[in-house]
């Protein structure tokens, strides 16, 4: 049999329940549309105020509370001078603006995707049921392409910084979802057993043991949370996201080498301040659980 003869819809049909698709769409659009805006007006709010905050405050202050974040959770002194050289560098080449703003917006997704991530973890690790449910659609969120989350977004809520912000979110929260997941579920059945035996009620479990001993795999969840949000700053940069994105576009758009390895250089900067910070004090993490199951 050959391949034309394999059965298929015909052309018209297909035309048609693409025809009826857009138009439920835009009907679903039209009428809840106001009302998503307004349902997201917080998290635009709470964009905005960590934008100005970043952005108002002085440059030096900031490097100082960033080095000082980067020292507490990791206890390093060369990820510190890291961090402090990266800033500097950025500042010197005229690209402090858009590094907060792109830091800001880290920052409100990553925080928006760690208050929804955990919980659906637990609740995953708690129940098979809810595991089958939501693994499949983990799997849709984190193999569909990016530029298709921005179809439905953009015709939703229009161009602007949320959408860009729920498009961002989408594609980094699986990771901390499943490895939240993947921690509680991986906890030493005796543990369980020994925690039972005294008594505890689940939440007590859950708040007690379960989480406490599953943070290092939690904390690796919101490293690759980060990780894939810098990597979507760009593409969010095309529906009106303002960040170190917008300029790499323009300089793709117009074919500008300088512009796009400059800012491009601020992007892999701030991916490997994260990255390495949030490594050492997941490790940290560990050696302390490590070292208490010892005593």
Known sequence: MSWSEFP???????????????????????????????????????LIFSERLLLNTPWPLMIAICAGLAYSASRSWRIVVGVIVAFMVIGYLGMWEDTMRTLS???????????????????MARSNRMQAVVSPILDVMQTMP??????????????????????????????????????????DSDV???ADAYGSSSWQKLINVQMPLALPSIFA???QTIMMSL?????????????????????ITNQYFAMGLLNGFAIVALAIIFDRVSQRYGLRIQKHRQGNSND
């Open 8 to 46: 298929s819809m015909s052309r018209t049909d297909l035309r048609e329940l693409r025809k009826s698709i857009d138009e439920s769409f835009r009907s679903f659009t039209i009428e809840y549309g106001d009302s998503l805006e307004a349902f997201f007006d917080p998290l635009l709010d709470f």
């Open 105 to 123: 917006i880290i920052t409100v997704c990553t925080m928006v995707a760690i208050a929804v991530g955990i919980p659906l973890g637990v609740l």
């Open 146 to 187: 990016s530029f298709v989350y921005l179809i439905p977004v953009v015709m939703l809520l229009g161009i602007g910084k949320v959408p860009g912000l729920i498009a961002v979110i989408i594609y980094a929260l699986p990771p901390v979802v499943r490895l939240t997941n993947l921690g509680i579920r991986e906890v």
């Open 192 to 194: 369980i057993e020994a």
């Open 221 to 223: 969840g919101i490293n």
């Open 231 to 251: 990597s979507m700053v760009v593409i969010a940069s095309m529906i009106g996201v303002k960040g170190l994105g917008q300029p790499v576009l323009k300089a």
